[in-house]
């Protein structure tokens, strides 16, 4: 047997590439797009986005869509099945059922959404201060959080729309926004706070401190980015939350100003109908909230189980 | 143990005392007075009168020391429109059937709430699992008059011995009771689930099925008791969201519970009697947030151990 033929020299090294060690293959996936791909995988999540969507498009599209004015009355059409002109019906005023029920379901959504962020500025201000403050100043704004928390929500919005509303005509939207944000935003705050007391004892915390950042400057750029996720998620579902309970008060009386809709009032319109055989009418603005608050819902677990793994099942 | 009850009745305290004087400014700052919102124009000393009777000729912070005081006796004064009855005779009326429907409700929901939590957790991802989640997603989803009005179109106008409204009996009271159940049952279920499943994978339940102890042991004494402990927690807020729903179920089934009688003075600007069912509302929840707090330390077992080792 011939050994010889392999001599030393006739092996090379491998040079270590530096290049191809260091290189990722795969495409770097930011945080948000990590979430949005999990997210994707949540059928009912999905399922709760597309009928939000659609929703929100017929929401601003729908009044325009019907060839009636929400306002107009025709006393010759009253309490009319849906049908091939109104696709929704009439009310017993004569007015067009369709165009109603989709601006109703604007207001609606506007309040829910307004009253959401307000929570949330209101939430991230006093949760932050809170959190950033001394032990001494925390102790008494969670005392004060604690009391507010523990004035049932519901009595409070009856009250302020009380106040603020003239008999008979309907709250504006505004108190009505105001109301149930004036109790609605300590589960926001508690919600910050706690983020604000875990992620200030993190080392990229320390160290923004450590250059001589101010506290409001690393409250706002890193605290607040580092707990953008369960925030959301709040947000999300303090959204159905306020549109329920806008339902419920428009349902004693006390929803929009007329002639404005919400599906609050519209629900208690149809009720009033509904002893003489006419049930489309409560039925058209129930399955819109219905499905509003579902799709706010599960839309919201759906975030929470996106933003973090471990919850999943 | 006895440090933390008595700071929860003191917040409790602060609670109530905060109600009652955010309801009175709230209904002392409507303009105009009481009396003049209907349309028929009230002679001077019949005004004059009525003024003094309701107190309202005298300087605001008498008026308010005056209320305090007569709440602590328990006396919320009389009815500005309804004829010659004390807001107390009207409370004493309607919450008597705002409770009883309130307590049936509550019980439903504790019933096959967490029932319908724990069985969908034991046959994860399977069939059982998807029916009670969906149960539980339509009950969130789905507001309680929206439940109630179709429960009077679709049960009540077709089954005969279910009437569609009134009161006395208790079939008037099973209609209304379930549609007040859902919402809260749907949360229970909900959270019984997730903290079942919590449960379920602790090494304590290792611990017991490798002992030998039967599936049905291991689950009814292990698992089920350590997971019920976050919906006690949240039962006391469930209670007080409850009431919410009451105005509105007994608006639909033509119940004379106390939430009619609110909604009524809401819509007549029964200013006496808004202030005084809004703080007797807030006085019987907040003192049962309190009992459900209390209660919930002395259930957990992990609370009682720590106490024990002290």
Redesign the interface.
């Known amino acids: 047997m011939d050994h010889t033929a392999y001599t030393k020299d006739m092996f090379e090294k491998v040079k270590r590439d530096e290049y191809h060690a260091d290189r990722i293959t795969r495409p770097t996936i930011s945080y948000w797009a990590d979430v949005w791909r999990r997210l994707k995988m949540n059928k009912l999540a999905m399922t709760g986005l597309v009928i939000l969507i659609i929703i929100f498009i017929m929401s601003i599209l729908g009044p325009y869509i019907s060839k009636f004015d929400y306002r107009e009355q025709d006393w010759d059409k009253i309490n009319l099945r849906p049908n091939k002109e109104y696709w929704f019906g009439t009310d017993e005023l004569g007015r067009d059922l369709f165009s109603r029920a989709w601006l109703g379901t604007r207001y609606s959504l506007l309040i829910g959404v307004a009253a959401a962020l307000i929570d949330f500025g209101i939430g991230i201000l006093y949760g932050g201060i809170a959190g950033m403050a001394s032990p001494r100043l925390d102790a008494i704004m969670m005392r004060i959080a604690e009391v507010v928390y523990s004035i049932p929500y519901m009595l409070v919005v009856v009250l302020i729309s009380v106040v603020f509303s003239d008999a008979g005509s309907g709250t504006s939207m505004f108190v009505l926004i105001l109301a149930m944000t004036i109790t609605g935003w300590v589960p926001m705050a508690n919600l910050v706070r706690g983020q604000v007391l875990a992620l200030k004892e993190y080392e990229y915390s320390l160290a923004s401190e450590s250059l001589g950042a101010s506290k409001g400057w690393i409250l706002r750029k890193h605290i607040i980015p580092n707990s953008f996720g369960p925030i959301l998620v709040n947000v999300t579902l303090t959204v159905p939350r306020a549109i329920f309970a806008e339902a419920t008060l428009g349902f004693m009386g006390l929803g929009l100003q007329v002639p404005k809709p919400s599906l609050g009032t519209l629900a208690n319109d149809g009720l009033a109908v509904m002893p003489i055989g006419i049930f489309y009418q409560i039925l058209i603005p129930s399955i819109l909230i219905s499905f509003i608050m579902f799709s706010f819902n599960v839309l919201g677990d759906g975030l929470r189980d996106a933003l973090d793994p471990r919850l999943r099942q | 143990m006895a440090k933390y009850i008595l700071k929860r009745i003191a917040?409790?305290i602060?609670?109530i005392w905060?109600?009652i004087t955010?309801?009175f400014v709230?209904?002392h700052?409507?303009p105009g007075n009481p009396f003049a919102?209907e349309n028929r124009k009230i002679p001077e000393n019949i005004m004059e009168n009525l003024m003094k009777k309701y107190g309202l000729d005298k300087p605001k912070s008498e008026q308010y020391i005056m209320y305090l005081k007569n709440i602590a006796r328990f006396d919320f004064g009389e009815s500005m429109k309804q004829d010659s009855e004390t807001v107390n005779q009207i409370i004493a009326r309607g919450f008597p059937v705002s409770a009883r429907l309130g307590v049936q409700a509550i019980i439903i929901a504790l019933i096959f709430g967490p029932a319908l939590g724990a069985i969908a957790a034991l046959y994860?991802?399977k069939a059982p699992d998807y029916i009670s989640m969906i149960i539980s997603?339509?009950g969130?989803?789905?507001?309680s008059?929206?439940l109630g009005?179709?429960f009077?179109?679709f049960i009540a106008s077709k089954v005969d011995w279910i009437p569609i409204s009134g009161w006395g009996e208790f079939r008037h009271t099973i209609l209304p009771s379930i549609a007040l159940a859902l919402m809260p049952l749907a949360q229970f279920a909900r959270l019984m689930r997730s903290s079942m499943?919590e449960v379920l994978g602790q090494d304590y339940i290792k611990t017991a099925k490798s002992k030998g102890i039967s599936r049905f042991a291991v689950i009814m004494k292990h698992a089920i008791r350590n997971a019920i402990l976050p919906v006690v927690s949240i039962l006391g807020t469930t209670i007080?969201?409850l009431?919410?729903?009451s105005?509105?179920i007994e608006?639909?089934f033509g119940i004379p519970g106390l939430g009619q009688f609110?909604?009524t003075s809401?819509?007549n600007?029964d200013y006496t009697l808004?202030m005084g069912v809004?703080v007797f509302?807030?006085m019987v929840?907040?003192a049962m947030?309190l009992l459900v707090d209390v209660a919930y330390t002395l259930i957990d077992p992990r609370i009682r151990l720590t106490k024990e080792g002290h």
């Open positions: 917040l409790a602060v609670t905060a109600v955010i309801t709230l209904m700052s409507v919102t994860q991802n997603i339509i969130v989803s789905v507001p008059f929206v009005s179709f009077v179109q499943l007080s969201n009431v919410a729903g105005f509105v608006k639909i609110f909604t809401v819509f600007r808004i809004t509302y807030a929840l907040i947030m």
